[in-house]
C-alpha cells in the first residue's frame, strides 16, 4: 500500500491518507466538467431537470440541449436525444450509477429538499459523513445525486483510508439550515462534483482509472466498491460492483455518453494522456481535449 505522496509537478501537496498512483498524478486543482447524457426523450427530459433538479437551459439544438444553474452559465448537464432509447432497467446497466451535482453549502441543499417536499418528488437520502447527499432518477432511470460536503476540516481517516459511510439523513436539519429561504432554482456556484460508475471488476477500474489515469485512491475498504479523487477530494469517482452481472449500455440504451475531467493546463493534459496510451488504451487528441474510452464504453474528456 503506497501512501499520498508530494509530487510538485502535479501540485498535490503530502495529505494523511489517501493512495497515490504508481505514476502520473493529476493535479490537486483537477475538477469534473459537464456530462451527457443520452435520452428517449428531450422535451420530456428538460421538463424534469428543470422542473425538479432546478437548471435552466443555456443552449439548445434541435438533438442537444445544455443545461446550467441560475446565475451561471457554465454547462452541467449536456442531454443528447435517441428517440425511443431504452430506458434504465431496474437492476441498473454497467456504465452510469449516478451522476452528482454539487450545491455550494448546506442551506442550499435543504432548500432543494423543502422544494421535492413541496412538489411531491421521492428521493433518498443518506449521510456519508464528509458530505449529505439527495438521491433521485430521471425519467429515463438515469441515477442523479444531488449533495453538499461537509467542511473538509471535519472530515476522518482511519489509517490511510478516508472515513465514509451510508447513515441515515437528518432532513429536518437540512430543511432548517434554509432558514425559510424558498427554492429558487440550482444556484450559481453549482458544479458537477462526482461521477459514480457501474464497473464489472475493481481491479479493472483501478488499473484504467487509478494507475492509468491518475487518481488517488481515498476508500478502498466499502463492499464492493473503490472511491478516487485528486487533490485530497472526498471522491471525484467513484466505481462500484453492485449491478455485477447486469449488461453493458448499449447505443440505444439511456445512457452516460460521456463525461469531462477538467485539468488545470495543456500539459497536465497531454501527460495525463500519455499514461493512458502508455498503459495500452487509444486516446484521440484534439487542440483542446484528449479522449479515451473506459474498460465499460463511457468516454473520458480530458479538458
Known sequence: ????????????????????????RLPAATSLGRVLLQVADLDRSVAYYERVIGLRVVSRTPSTVVLGAHGDDAPLVALHELKGARPVPRRGRL????????????????????????????????????????????????????????????????????????????????????????????????????IHLYVDDIARAAAFYHEALGFDKTVWNYPGALFMSAGGYHHHLGTNTWAAGAPLAQDGDAR?????????????????????VAAGHVVDTG??????VDPWGTKVRLT
Open 1 to 24: 500500500m503506497q501512501p499520498a505522496h508530494s509530487d510538485l509537478s502535479s501540485g498535490v501537496k503530502e495529505l494523511d491518507y489517501g493512495i497515490a498512483p504508481p505514476g502520473y
Open 95 to 194: 456504465g452510469l450509477y449516478h451522476f452528482a451535482i454539487l450545491v455550494p453549502d448546506r442551506p442550499a441543499l435543504g432548500r432543494f429538499v423543502a422544494h421535492l417536499a413541496a412538489i411531491g418528488e421521492y428521493a433518498g437520502m443518506a449521510d456519508h459523513v464528509v458530505s449529505e447527499a439527495v438521491y433521485l432518477a430521471d425519467p429515463d432511470g438515469l441515477g442523479i445525486e444531488v449533495y453538499a460536503d461537509r467542511p473538509r476540516g471535519d472530515w476522518r481517516h482511519e489509517g490511510r483510508q478516508l472515513r465514509m459511510t451510508t447513515d441515515p439523513l437528518d432532513a429536518r436539519s437540512l430543511v432548517d439550515a434554509a432558514d425559510g429561504v424558498p427554492w429558487s432554482g440550482m444556484p450559481a456556484g453549482t458544479v458537477i462534483g462526482h
Open 256 to 276: 452516460l455518453l460521456a463525461w469531462e475531467i477538467r485539468l488545470p493546463d495543456a500539459e497536465s493534459r497531454r501527460v495525463a494522456a500519455e499514461g493512458l
Open 287 to 292: 487542440d483542446d481535449v484528449s479522449v479515451v
